[in-house]
């Protein structure tokens, strides 16, 4: 199985390319955007909400626990790179448009 353009396995992990547009009217996954998957979410980029909510939708999304994903870099950028400490692969369906969860 291929893995999606904005995946890379990383040690015992993976991490996946972001490109994050807060204040969104509703979150979703728009699609892939410069080799990132682009996701539009609701929380403001004030006082650290977008990047607690991202977290939160590519945990939903992914069906892992919140836990396991983190930002590694690009805080403070609407490009990030989050960590997923899972060994196994996910269902990456969940961070497509059509498989979105919200």
Known sequence: M?????????????????????????????GVYQQCVRIRLCAPAVDNKANKALVAFVADALK??????????????????????AAAAPDWIGLSPAGCPR
Do not use: M
Request: proline content about 4%; charged content about 25%; glycine content about 12%.
């Open 2 to 30: 291929s893995l999606p353009e904005f995946v890379s396995r990383c040690g015992g992990g993976w991490r996946i390319a972001v490109w994050v547009q807060p204040g969104a009217s509703r979150s979703e996954v728009v």
């Open 64 to 85: 892992v626990k919140k836990g396991q994903v983190s930002i590694e870099s690009g805080r403070s950028a609407r490009r990030k790179t989050l960590a997923l400490d």
